[in-house]
């Protein structure tokens, strides 16, 4: 089965570029997802499609996917911004989920 | 706006089937191109799909529950459920329900808050 891998976490200072990835193999084929979940929350969608954002979600939060590697990258990184980060694909109608990344903002 | 609300037993017994029930409001189940999904989360682990149901009735399962999962609808209600038998330990976990575009993408754009099921005799 279709499996999707990321970096378990990750550290930036505020005002920084914060970059987290997901692996999967030829992952540049097939659309991702990318949630947030802060502690006790439910996920919410930063970016859907690779690259686009839903209303409501900042600027600063970005997607690209190419290759095997989807990324998701915070410009500017706020303090809210620390939680834990999942990337989602679909795969032969199967939804996967990687790992998730924690995102701590120093 | 759409929202998602999750409830059913908190604690389950081991060897008995896991119920749970999603009511939707602000959109109906039935119409327009969306998946209504469960989703699940053990304590400090990855989110894990458990399976669909669509605005046509279909279903599809992750296969690694297939054999122990059942979601079915109640359109008159708008609500959706999972059923699980034979549970054990292992699953016991936050259970959300979600919403998905029926699209190439399966984006999870509404997500309920949440219900902790504890499987424990």
């Known amino acids: 089965s279709y499996a999707v891998t990321q970096t378990p976490s990750v550290s930036v200072s505020p005002g920084q570029t914060a970059t987290i990835t997901c692996s999967g193999d030829k992952l540049g084929d097939i659309y991702v997802s990318w949630y947030q979940q802060k502690p006790g929350q439910s996920p919410v969608l930063v970016i859907y499609?690779?690259?686009n954002r839903p209303s409501g979600i900042p600027e600063r939060f970005s997607g690209s996917n190419s290759g095997n590697t989807a990324t998701l990258t915070i410009t500017g990184t706020q303090a809210m911004d620390e939680g834990d980060y999942y990337c989602?694909?679909?795969?032969?109608?199967?939804?996967?989920f990687g790992g998730g990344t924690k995102l701590t903002v120093l | 706006q759409v929202r998602l609300q999750e409830s059913g037993p908190g604690l389950v017994k081991p060897s008995q089937t896991l119920s749970l029930t999603c009511t939707v409001s602000g959109g109906s189940i039935s119409s327009g191109n969306y998946y209504w999904n469960w989703i699940r989360q053990p304590a400090g682990k990855r989110l894990e799909w458990i399976g669909r149901v669509d605005s046509r009735g279909n279903t599809y399962y992750n296969p690694s529950l297939k054999s122990r999962v059942s979601i079915s609808e109640d359109t008159p209600k708008n609500q959706f459920s999972l059923k699980l038998a034979s549970v054990t330990a292992a699953d016991t976990a936050i259970y959300y329900c979600?919403?998905?575009?029926?699209?190439?993408?399966?984006?999870?754009?509404?997500w309920g808050q949440g219900t902790l099921v504890t499987v424990s005799s």
């Open positions: 979600a919403r998905a575009v029926d699209d190439s993408a399966y984006s999870l754009d509404y």
């Open positions: 989602q694909a679909w795969d032969s109608s199967v939804v996967v």
């Open positions: 499609k690779d690259i």
